[in-house]
């Protein structure tokens, strides 16, 4: 391994994670456990990663228990004895393999689609999926707790049958994002209007799911400017404005920030080369996982950048290097690459990367 590895390959611990390297696995839905159980393939799916050296694997979304958490169809639970027995035989095959794993704990909100996934409405702060489009009701205050409590169930549930730590799904428009964004709360109440108010909802899922986990378990919360309702929208247009929700995440729990972007080597705000992990670090104080297109040669959504090189050498190995170097975040996730190919660590690790398999979207459903 050359030197220039050496950030990407150090050992990292934090509470009851203890990884070989600073490489996560995003998490990547992919319609896979029907009836909603974990079952042989996504043990073997796991495990293969495990064994290609990921240092952390973050599943998929797992849905809580609550009418409305569901947006997506297969997609597993995270509560219920039959599926925790499945989640506990993917967590015993990865610990096999060598591997650390988290589940991912989700609730989509306002992005359910009922007619798809059952009778129940999409619930969210002011029952809109983005300013101007309506869809679902707004959740009363019962509502509100019942689903932070749903949150407490799985990471409880989830600590019990052997998982390294949880993370909490915040980003991408889903149900805590929809608190945090003002495009989508429009509540007149202490859920609503300041910037404390729309964190509110956010802090006490995760003070629940501290008390039902205790002091010793590693809570990651995952965050994104980006919504897919809005590729430009933001939570917060001034590195202070993010200081302020990220204060308020850590004193409720927060062990480790995943800051979601798009493409990890854009800057996020203007004036420095930060991108949005680096600023969360540098605020918060709190290691950091970035993410974004890594050692991807076509874009994530579009499949269009395979042919913008300069593109292409960014989400490169040296640019994610010299800002671990650089000590800008702690660790990275790397979703398609890693999806593609479960050796892309080894790979990069042995200087083999001319022989990684590179991610294309038309094999993304053949994929075990």
């Keep these: 391994m050359s030197d220039e590895l050496a950030p990407l390959f150090k050992p990292f611990e934090c509470k009851s994670l203890k990884l070989k390297n600073r490489i996560a696995m995003a998490p990547m839905t992919r319609s896979f456990s029907p009836g909603n159980m974990p079952n042989e393939k996504n043990i073997a799916y796991y495990q293969r990663r495990a064994r290609g050296e990921v240092g952390l694997i973050i599943t998929e979304g797992t849905e809580v228990r609550h009418a409305g958490a569901s947006g997506y169809p297969n997609v597993p639970h995270i509560y219920g004895e ?3 027995a499945g989640w506990k035989q993917v967590v015993d095959a990865v610990h096999q393999a060598g591997g650390k794993i988290i589940p991912q704990l989700w609730h989509v909100g306002a992005v359910r689609r009922p007619k798809q996934e059952g009778d129940a409405p999409a619930y969210s702060p002011s029952g809109i999926f983005a300013p101007q489009k309506y869809n679902g009701v707004a959740m009363t205050k019962a509502d509100i707790d019942e689903v932070i409590s749903a949150f407490a169930e799985s990471a409880r549930l989830a600590k019990a049958v052997g998982f390294d730590g949880v993370e909490i799904h915040g980003a991408h428009g889903y149900l805590i994002d929809q608190f945090l964004w003002a495009g989508s709360n ?3 109440d202490e859920y609503g ?3 404390e108010n729309r964190t509110r909802f956010a802090v006490e899922v995760v003070e629940a799911v501290r008390k039902a986990v205790g002091d010793d378990f590693a809570i ?13 929208a933001r939570l917060a247009e001034t590195p202070q404005q993010l200081g302020q929700i990220l204060d308020l995440l850590v004193a409720a729990g927060v062990d480790i920030f995943h800051a979601s972007t798009r493409r990890f080597w854009e800057p996020e705000f203007t004036g420095s080369d930060l991108n949005l992990a680096g600023w969360t670090q540098k ?8 993410v974004g297109s890594v050692g991807l040669t076509e874009d994530f ?3 269009t950048f395979a042919s913008d090189q300069p593109e292409v050498e960014k989400s490169g190995i040296n640019e994610l290097t010299r800002r671990m170097g650089n000590s800008e975040f702690e660790l990275i996730a790397v979703g398609r690459a890693v999806l593609q190919d479960p050796d892309w660590v080894i790979k990069v690790r042995e200087g083999r990367e001319d022989e990684i398999k590179s991610f294309s979207k038309s094999s993304l459903q053949q994929l075990i």
């Design 283 to 290: 605020l918060s104080g709190k290691p950091t996982i970035s």
């Design 82 to 84: 039959q599926a925790m």
């Design 193 to 195: 209007g300041s910037l």
């Design 301 to 303: 959504i579009t499949g």
């Design 186 to 188: 429009l509540r007149d």
């Design 220 to 232: 990651v919360f995952r965050f994104s400017q980006w919504k897919q309702q809005d590729f430009d």
